[in-house]
């Protein structure tokens, strides 16, 4: 189904109950020809009933597992043969590069995509998402941690000053990457999410996790670090095990290469497997210099929502959603919160190249027809 030609005014509301129990809802379009309805209905809308605040949920039940088997490393993929590819051992261009160990996710994460009908209506229920999660922290544990991301989100967020449901003296403010940069300066994510939130709600400054200024990278980076290890685990609960920092909440965007926070295609900082806080003195983003949050932490947050809304994001949405690529090549596939929830935050014209009436548990990857 092509969203581009699909009118979203009369949805089609279904769902069924998957073995693992899992809700899923489709939105299916009224005017897409010779196509089987994605699933069978729960809940069908009230006559007339039209609720566009209200998402279109398609859950995608294990996203992106491999079902041929985990490729051991990189390049070490297997081949339509049934073979597994060797690492290449060439020495011609690329010379210099080190064979990066990237995560393989093996865990089943359903992922939750909210399509809206525009991006005013997705930018609501962004907001919603966070005055929910953060009701639900407070409330668990007294204290409530979000982490945002820079690029288009933090204007995104501008509506939560006038939320009432946010208790901005037990919120903690993060960044999952900055840029190493002043704090004045029109690239510091920290001067954005302040400018168009921050200033204008009662959040204690010391409640900011702003990066150190002036620093080199790897010090800013450890600096950052460290002021998170100390945030007692009472507000920021550690994980069983590997002792990671549990976040109530990280938004996240993505860039057209598929980054998500500072984690670039191919890149070592990807392929971490341990660090909370990375520095990345070559982003082929500029600026150069940023901190990033690395992919383990991400992963160890209780919640997780990608946003990504516009047309400019519709190429990079189709890919990472029905395209499985070798992990270094997408970071946002890489983003699959153990045991927690994932969301993708879209709208019509970031969804419109989505085949979502071919999502269903039976198929597998790739979802698209190429
Ligand atoms: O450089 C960055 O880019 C991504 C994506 O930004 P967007 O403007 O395309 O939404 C952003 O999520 C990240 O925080 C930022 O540093």
């Not at 598929?258 to 990375?278: D, I, K, M, Q, Y």
Request: charged letters at 20%.
């Amino acid at each position: 189904m092509m969203l581009a030609n699909t009118r979203l005014s009369q949805p089609a509301v279904a769902s069924k109950r998957s073995a693992g129990s899992r809700v899923i809802v489709c939105k299916a379009a009224t005017t897409v020809p010779n196509k089987p309805e994605p699933v069978q209905r729960i809940q069908a809308p009230a006559p007339g009933a039209q609720d566009d605040d209200k998402p279109y949920l398609n859950v995608i039940p294990n996203n992106g597992q491999w079902h041929n088997g985990i490729p051991p490393v990189m390049g070490g993929h297997l081949m339509s043969s049934g073979t597994v590819a060797p690492i290449s051992t060439s020495k011609g261009a690329g010379i210099d590069l080190v064979p990066h160990q990237f995560q393989y996710h093996d865990t089943e994460t359903d992922v939750n995509v909210l399509l809206y009908v525009t991006p005013e209506k997705a930018q609501a229920g962004l907001v919603k998402l966070v005055e929910e999660a953060a009701a639900e922290a407070v409330k668990a544990k007294g204290a409530f941690t979000l982490v945002l991301s820079g690029g288009s989100l933090p204007s995104l967020l501008a509506p939560l000053a006038a939320s009432k449901s946010v208790d901005w003296s037990k919120t903690h403010i993060f960044y999952v990457d900055e840029r190493n940069v002043p704090h004045s300066s029109a690239d510091s994510t920290h001067k954005a999410v302040s400018e168009a939130l921050l200033s204008k709600v009662p959040i204690p400054a010391a409640q900011v996790y702003a990066i150190a200024e002036g620093l080199p990278v790897g010090q800013a980076a450890t600096q950052y670090e460290g002021r998170i290890i100390s945030i007692p685990a009472a507000a920021l609960p550690r994980t069983e095990g590997a002792a990671l920092p549990k976040f109530d909440l990280i938004l996240l965007g993505v860039g057209p290469d598929g980054h998500v926070a500072s984690l670039f295609p191919n890149r070592p900082e990807t392929a971490a497997t341990s660090g909370w806080v990375l520095p990345v003195s070559n982003s082929p983003k500029p600026p150069p210099e940023r901190i990033t949050f690395s992919l383990p932490v991400i992963n160890a947050a209780k919640e997780v929502a990608i946003v990504a809304l516009g047309e400019g994001k519709k190429e990079i949405v189709q890919r990472a959603l029905e395209v499985q690529a070798l992990p270094g090549a997408l970071p946002a596939q890489l983003v699959r919160p153990k045991g927690g929830k994932l969301k993708w935050i879209l709208d019509v014209a970031s969804a419109q190249d989505l085949d979502i009436a071919a999502w269903n548990e039976s198929k597998q990857w790739p979802r698209s027809s190429f």
